[in-house]
């Protein structure tokens, strides 16, 4: 189909075919004469056909476009920015049989796939009540419409949390959900395609680059296997943040180190080396080297991952003492439900790329929502399945 621009002489503005294809210098502009092309009356047009229940479709597809008509794209455009105020308030296609629509207007099966989701499902949120119930306290972390893809796969789609100051937060869901992926849109190490992440009123992915190293330096993250380097002993892994990023001497790192690794247990283990330690032995050295800088924000992924039952109770003992001495928002990320039960005071669920609902502990675990009762119980039974 020809492509059509507009040519300005002496005599006015006229339509013509673009010839740019075809070697011509001239220049063309590649949309409507002013007046002719009203993009608000466009969607006016789209929303009172769709309330009229007439199907909208592209006028002159297979025709030049005359002046004051909607061409193609001008009909996929305003349709689009139809969907995503639809989508925005609540009236998208989901139980009329159509597509799923994203907030951002995209659409599922089309623009975007979710990882276990069937792309023909109109309703993938059924289960998902958004329903975030009072802490009594203010927020330490915000996130607001978070969305994260990777190529067409969507991880975070649309994503609203807030977590507590001076709680310990679980974030639970199922493996694969996108709890790694939230962690580092907190810490800045990835950033979102769309939405907002707020850390102590700081919006993360707007900062400069000082500004990032700074308050990362407020944060302490426990990786999932302690990630200690191997070629340092425990006291040098505890060490390397306070070398790093302060201008301290010494003698105060090593009291500072010190007292850390007693905090934790290990104190007669700071000359030893990672590979000399247990697996439980490193979540408590790395553990010890997230609370050196004295954190306002501590982040613990999968802590229990590679730990016993036995283990993993001990550690949440440790980290519930650790929160009593240093106060703070801890946040343990895992999908473990007994560490949730032991330690948890408020708790998010998380599934496919959204907060199912969010809750003090004690109302969690009562909720009657079929997704949280299930997956906090540990039914086979439910909306979760295997695929």
């Known amino acids: 189909m020809a492509r059509f621009g507009r040519k300005d002489d002496d ?8 010839q740019k294809d075809k070697g011509s210098e001239e220049p063309f502009v590649g949309y409507p004469a002013e007046g002719e092309y009203d993009a608000e009356r466009v969607e006016e047009e789209i929303y009172d056909q769709r309330d009229q229940g007439v199907e909208v479709v592209a006028e002159g597809a ?14 996929r455009d305003a349709e689009a920015r139809a969907d995503a105020a639809a989508a925005q308030s609540g009236q998208t296609q989901a139980g009329n049989g159509g597509p799923h629509i994203a907030g951002d207007g995209a659409t599922l099966g089309r623009d975007f796939i979710i990882p276990g989701v069937d792309s023909e499902d109109s309703d993938p949120y059924r289960w998902h009540t958004g329903q975030k ?12 419409d978070l969305v994260k893809q990777f190529g067409r796969t969507r991880i975070l789609n649309g994503l609203n949390l807030g977590l507590p100051d001076n709680q310990i937060s679980m974030v639970l869901g199922p493996s694969g959900t996108g709890k790694s992926v939230l962690i580092k849109h907190l810490i800045g190490l990835m950033f979102p395609d769309s939405g907002e992440v707020i850390v102590r009123g700081e919006p993360v992915p707007r900062l400069t680059m000082p500004k990032l190293l700074a308050l990362r330096q407020r944060i302490g993250v426990l990786f999932q296997d302690g990630a200690l380097f191997g070629s340092m002993s425990v006291f040098d892994n505890v060490a390397f943040p306070l070398r790093q990023h302060t201008d301290r001497k010494e003698g105060e790192i090593a009291e500072i180190v010190t007292e850390r690794l007693t905090d934790v247990g290990l104190a007669d283990a700071m000359d030893d080396a990672p590979s000399q330690l247990s697996g439980g032995m490193r979540k408590r050295a790395g553990f010890a080297r997230a609370l050196v800088m004295e954190p306002d924000i501590v982040i613990f992924d ?6 016993d039952p036995v283990r993993t109770a001990l550690l949440c003992d440790l980290i519930q003492e650790m929160h009593q001495i240093h106060r703070g928002a801890y946040i343990v990320v895992t999908h473990n439900i007994a560490s949730a039960r032991q330690i948890g005071e408020y708790i ?4 496919r790329g ?6 003090d502990a004690e109302r969690m675990f009562s909720s009657e929502n079929p997704f949280v009762k299930q997956f906090l119980s540990g039914a086979a039974e439910g909306p979760l399945t295997m695929d």
């Open 11 to 18: 005599k006015g503005s006229e339509w013509v075919p673009d």
């Open 62 to 75: 297979d025709e030049e476009p005359r002046p004051g008509s909607l061409t193609e794209q001008a009909a």
């Open 133 to 144: 119930r009072d802490h009594g306290g203010t927020d330490a972390i915000e996130i607001i």
């Open 302 to 307: 999968e802590p229990d991952s590679g730990l």
């Open 348 to 351: 998010a669920l998380l599934w």
């Open 354 to 359: 959204r907060i199912v609902e969010a809750g």
